[in-house]
């Protein structure tokens, strides 16, 4: 089955900073790569995703870029915000209905003022 | 739109006893998720639905785990007996189709066994 590796477990950062957050992915056929921002205590929210047919992908502050090569992508925080500390994750999924998605272990970034 | 609705919000239970939780996903969502997150980590799916039929149970530990979404639209995920282990957040999230793969979560349930 697929295997999602995600660093780091942990980002600190300055506001204004830029945060940059690594997945890397085992199972080739995975075509589907979603980010989820957690904030304590709620549900995880789709922020960005990227499909492999896709190197890069913007919305305002946040990109996500996508090596199939070497399979890894990659999150892209520019100009962070105090309201950016939550936990982040990535996920891979394959094509069709019974491929699993497979997220990471999750990322916490702190935003400090 | 409403969102996935999920209850109830919070369960504590001893061990050996037994637990469900229902979920209502968005209107017209074929596609149907329950996730467990353990304190700490990324969900893990347990099981997936499409429509009424499921699409892979694969991670769901059968001995003591069941799930059914018998029209298609709301489900219920038990567990029989607890073990300490089963406490974390059980999410449930849909989608319009497998295939259209953003997933909308619900707000979870955080069991507790003690």
């Known amino acids: 089955g697929e295997n999602v590796e995600q660093h780091p477990s942990t980002l600190s950062v300055q506001e204004g900073d830029s945060a940059v957050i690594k997945c890397t992915y085992s199972d080739s056929a995975s075509n589907y790569f979603p980010w989820y921002k957690q904030e304590l205590g709620k549900r995880p929210q789709l922020i960005i995703d990227?499909?492999?047919?896709?190197g890069e992908k913007k919305d305002q502050r946040i990109a996500v870029t996508l090596n199939k090569t070497a399979k890894h992508f990659s999150l892209h925080i520019t100009e962070t915000q105090p309201e950016d500390s939550a936990v982040y994750f990535c996920a891979a999924k394959g094509s069709g209905g019974s491929y699993i998605p497979t997220f990471g272990r999750g990322t916490s970034l702190i935003v400090h003022p | 739109e409403a969102g996935v609705a999920q209850s109830p919000r919070y369960k504590i239970i001893e061990k050996r006893q037994s637990v469900a939780f229902w979920c209502n996903p968005i209107s017209g969502h074929a596609t149907l998720y329950w996730y467990q997150q353990i304190l700490g980590q990324g969900p893990k799916l347990l099981i997936q639905?499409?429509?009424?039929?499921?699409?892979?149970d694969s991670q769901l530990p059968k001995d003591r785990f069941s799930a059914e979404r018998l029209k298609g639209v709301d489900s219920t995920l038990k567990i029989q007996p607890a073990k300490l282990e089963d406490s974390a957040v059980y999410l449930c999230?849909?989608?319009?189709?497998?295939?259209?793969?953003?997933?909308?979560f619900g707000p979870g349930t955080r069991l507790t066994v003690l």
């Open positions: 639905f499409q429509n009424n039929g499921v699409v892979d």
């Open positions: 999230a849909s989608s319009l189709l497998a295939g259209v793969n953003e997933q909308f």
């Open positions: 990227i499909r492999s047919n896709v």
